[in-house]
Each structure stands twice: as structure tokens, then as C-alpha cells.
T-cell receptor, first 110, second 116 residues
Framework: QKEVEQDPGPLSVPEGAIVSLNCTYSNSAFQYFMWYRQYSRKGPELLMYTYSSGNKEDGRFTAQVDKSSKYISLFIRDSQPSDSATYLCAMSVTDYKLSFGAGTTVTVRA | SAVISQKPSRDICQRGTSLTIQCQVDSQVTMMFWYRQQPGQSLTLIATANQGSEATYESGFVIDKFPISRPNLTFSTLTVSNLSPEDSSIYLC?????????????FGEGSWLTVV
């Protein structure tokens, strides 16, 4: 069993829809949770960073962490074609050694 | 955030040769990290490089195959030695920077390696 599980998709949605992404994990010691966006042939870009459980909102993006269920989510509201990318969840026990999910490829159709 | 520059951005190499990837950061950082992203796979940490000490390698990665240098607080190199097609990957340099909620990891654009 992988330490971090993420559905690779692909996920295709119409413009304006809500994109819902999630990851599950097995290591209960994880306490730092991140979402990265990776455009084709580019490095990962940090989107959201959450420490411990709870919700965090930043513009059209909302990150949720449920440590009791070992489950994290990212929601993208009012999705745009420019949101088309691969989204990677990442988590760590300390704040630098990251364990990544496989990434979900998202396409937002105009 | 952080400005992280990697060179080369991409290269095609013959098997049996070596490739050295450079990583330059816009300001001093204590730790630099090297990740590998194989085609269709997630990112895997290769090693952590601290200035003035030997790099710390993760399970499955060895210094003979992935020697790392860290001569100062803004620069590091990763060499991928004795290349085989299985080494075809994206190699990513990353650094840790203080954020609002704690230290966060930022990545460079990556170096795309194809071994033929």
C-alpha cells in the first residue's frame, strides 16, 4: 500500500464547474499538508499549505484536512481553462520531507 | 516564494554517460532537496543537501549513482551517473522557505532528462 493515494484521473469538467480532488494517506504522523499545481513541462507550484486539521480558503481554492479519516481535499470553484494542470497532494511529518500522491490530471473545457 | 533556477532545462544523453544538473537559488537557504519524477509517477525525494556536509540519501538512492555537491548556501549540483534509460525523468531542485503557517517547499522548473 502506498503511503499517499491519489486518483490519477483524468478529470474533465466544463468551465465554471467545481473541481473536487482528494487524497488518502496511511501515516497518522503526517501533520503538514500541501497541494501543488504542475503545468505541463513545468515544476510544481505550491497552491495551498495546511497544518493539522481544518479548512483553508484562498480565493477560488479551498483545502480541507480530516486527520481522523486520513483524508484531504482540494476544491476549485468557478474553474477556468487555465486551471487545467496536474494537481499533486503532498504531506509530511516534519515540514520538509514530503510524500507525494501520484497527481490528478484536470482538464477544464471552455 | 523562491526563485530557483535549474540548468539544463532538458537534455538527451547517451547511456553510460553522466549528466550534472545545477540549481541556483535567489537567496541563502540551509537545506536544498533533490527530487525525481519518473514518467507518469509522483515525486520521490532523492537526497537532502546541507552546505558543508555530506548529502543525506533516501532509501533506494546511493551516492555513487547520484553524487551531490553543495559548495555554498545558494547552489547545489546533482549528477546522475552511468545513465540508463530508466534514469529518464524530471529532476527537481527544491528549497524550504518560511511561510505564514510554517516552512514550505518550493520547486524549480525541473531538468528533463531523456537517456537514449
Amino acid at each position: 500500500q502506498k503511503e499517499v493515494e491519489q486518483d490519477p484521473g483524468p478529470l474533465s469538467v466544463p468551465e465554471g464547474a467545481i473541481v473536487s480532488l482528494n487524497c488518502t494517506y496511511s501515516n497518522s504522523a503526517f501533520q503538514y499538508f500541501m497541494w501543488y499545481r504542475q503545468y505541463s513541462r513545468k515544476g510544481p507550484e505550491l497552491l495551498m499549505y495546511t497544518y493539522s486539521s481544518g479548512n483553508k480558503e484562498d480565493g477560488r481554492f479551498t483545502a480541507q484536512v480530516d486527520k481522523s479519516s486520513k483524508y484531504i481535499s482540494l476544491f476549485i470553484r468557478d474553474s477556468q481553462p487555465s486551471d487545467s494542470a496536474t494537481y499533486l497532494c503532498a504531506m509530511s511529518v516534519t515540514d520538509y520531507k514530503l510524500s507525494f500522491g501520484a497527481g490528478t490530471t484536470v482538464t477544464v473545457r471552455a | 516564494s523562491a526563485v530557483i533556477s535549474q540548468k539544463p532545462s532538458r537534455d538527451i544523453c547517451q547511456r553510460g554517460t553522466s549528466l550534472t544538473i545545477q540549481c541556483q537559488v535567489d537567496s541563502q537557504v540551509t537545506m536544498m532537496f533533490w527530487y525525481r519524477q519518473q514518467p507518469g509517477q509522483s515525486l520521490t525525494l532523492i537526497a537532502t543537501a546541507n552546505q558543508g556536509s555530506e548529502a543525506t540519501y533516501e532509501s533506494g538512492f546511493v551516492i555513487d549513482k547520484f553524487p551531490i555537491s553543495r559548495p555554498n548556501l545558494t547552489f547545489s549540483t546533482l549528477t546522475v551517473s552511468n545513465l540508463s534509460p530508466e534514469d529518464s525523468s524530471i529532476y527537481l531542485c527544491s528549497v524550504e522557505r518560511p511561510g505564514l503557517s510554517g516552512n514550505t517547499i518550493y520547486f524549480g522548473e525541473g531538468s528533463w532528462l531523456t537517456v537514449v
